[in-house]
């Protein structure tokens, strides 16, 4: 097991921000959620992501965070060939819960859609990264007074 110099999965639990790189290249911003040593993000037909990982499912992740206030930074970076799976519901649940609260009564309409919908008719999969590596480098330091 690798040793980190800050909890990697304590970090990855936080509704954070990670950028996603294709073939193309090409990166976009992405909401995902850390399970069982795996990232899930939200995709499906209608998104060029859907299309980029069929062609080609090498893909890298960074997960990262700076504060110049506080001198905090810290970043995980992920490796990997993503699988596009279907789409569950409670794994759906469990994602947007962690960015948008509890109350789905005070979620956008689009996000409720894809709890509720028929997932056969609307189209989401799961992008689902194993990372064949996974780096963690805690780059912080002190603020000058």
């Known amino acids: 097991m690798t040793s980190y110099a800050f909890d990697v999965d304590a970090f990855l639990l936080r509704p954070l921000t990670a950028r996603l790189a294709t073939n193309g290249p090409t990166v976009r911003p992405v ?5 069982e040593d795996v990232f899930w993000v939200l995709t499906g037909p209608w998104a060029r992501l859907f ?29 990997g060939r993503a699988e596009l799976v279907p789409f569950d519901v409670e794994r759906g649940r469990r994602k947007l819960v962690r960015y948008l609260g509890a109350d789905e009564e005070r979620w956008d309409e689009r996000f409720v859609h894809y709890l509720h919908d028929d997932p056969a008719r609307r189209g989401p999969v799961w992008l689902r990264l194993r990372p064949a590596s996974l780096v963690a480098h805690d780059l912080s330091y002190a603020v000058a007074p």
Do not use: H, N, S
């Open 51 to 79: 299309d980029r990982v069929r062609a080609d499912p090498r893909v890298a992740l960074v997960v990262d965070e700076c504060d110049p206030a506080t001198g905090l930074v810290r970043q995980v970076i992920a490796r």
């Open 31 to 35: 909401w995902f959620l850390w399970e």
